[in-house]
């Protein structure tokens, strides 16, 4: 188990503070983990690999039925290693994660379970971590400053067109320069991947916190975030080689224009984005008020989505995205 330096905060392990703690509302389909302000070099992860996760029966059964499901849907799928959050603490204005090891399958299977089934098998949830990234430019948005994110392809089999940070899955190659896995790296390689961003385009980079996204992918994500030097061209930036997967968006980043663009299009974002948006609104004095007020109306909003049918939901979505296509245009 993860031990701080002193006992001024203990270390907490994920699968209890999930299913122990309602201090934030469920309905938002995300929870906020960990709050902060972060410096690289105040980030400390250690990698426990005795932690092996013993299944049981029900559990095994339903992973391996849920990937044949996967294999079906995409036949090239593999049951690849995943970096796993097993613990976290913060002391002394510190963060320390402890990481552990799971897999793809794992994780595909253990995400199918029902929240009762969760809830009695909490230990045995695959939790990959993961890490994104957003990025602030003053020359956005006509100068008036704007947030980079990606637009996923429709293409995708998960969350086709959706609204998310530049990011993906801790990798076991993601080592800082002492050789610590970290979710920094993991944000800066795929933000180099996705939006040709690269690491020295970047200054002041610091870790906002840890969203979890509590029903549809059922994990944690590192929130970073990092501002565009002056001397990077925009121009320049949107013509780099990027994957096929996502387009970039530029989002305004005034508070009140950035509040209202994202609750009109809430249902294209992925949930850790929503999570992602509060803390970054949370991180400065002058927004914090704004985010809580941001939480309150992402609350009303999922107590009236969550009467719709999944049908009515995909219509909205469907409206959502032709609005949003218009709006690029």
């Not at 031990?3 to 703690?21: C, F, H, I, R, Y």
């Not at 039925?65 to 294999?71: I, S």
């Not at 320069?177 to 933000?191: M, N, Q, V």
């Not at 997967?245 to 809430?266: F, G």
Request: hydrophobic share 35%.
């Amino acid at each position: 188990m993860l031990e701080l330096e002193t006992k001024n905060t203990s270390a907490q392990n994920l699968s209890d503070v999930l299913m122990g703690s309602e201090q934030f509302p469920t309905d938002l389909f995300f929870r906020i983990l960990v709050f902060g302000n972060f410096l690289p070099n105040q980030i400390k992860t250690i990698y426990n690999d005795d932690q092996k996760i013993e299944y049981p029966p029900s559990v095994k059964t339903q992973i391996e039925e849920e990937w044949l499901r996967v294999l079906v849907r995409n036949s090239k799928a593999l049951p690849g290693p995943l970096i796993r959050l097993n613990a976290f603490g913060v002391d002394n204005n510190r963060l320390f994660l402890e990481l552990g090891r799971t897999d793809y399958k794992q994780y595909r299977g253990t995400v199918a379970l029902s929240e009762e089934e969760r809830r009695e098998n909490r230990y045995e949830l695959a939790n990959p971590l993961a890490g994104s990234i957003i990025i602030f430019s003053q020359d956005a948005c006509g100068g008036q400053g704007g947030l980079l994110l990606s637009q996923r392809s429709q293409e995708l089999v998960h969350h086709p067109g959706g609204l998310e940070f530049p990011g993906g899955n801790v990798d076991y190659e993601d080592l800082d320069e002492k050789g610590h896995i970290s979710p920094i790296i993991t944000a800066l390689r795929e933000l180099e991947e996705e939006q040709g961003v690269r690491g020295n385009d970047l200054e002041n980079i610091r870790l906002l916190g840890i969203v979890y996204e509590m029903y549809q992918d059922a994990a944690p994500t590192a929130i970073m975030t990092a501002d565009l030097k002056k001397s990077v061209n925009l121009e320049e930036l949107t013509n780099r080689q990027r994957d096929s997967e996502s387009i970039p968006v530029w989002m305004p980043a005034d508070p009140d224009n950035l509040i209202k663009t994202i609750l009109d299009y809430s249902t294209m974002c992925c949930p850790f984005v929503l999570g992602g948006f509060y803390l970054f609104l949370k991180s400065s004095q002058h927004t914090s008020d704004k985010a809580e007020y941001f939480l309150s109306r992402l609350q009303r909003r999922g107590n009236v989505y969550g009467g719709l049918s999944v049908d009515q939901l995909t219509k909205l979505e469907e409206r959502k995205q032709h609005r949003w296509a218009k709006k690029l245009v």
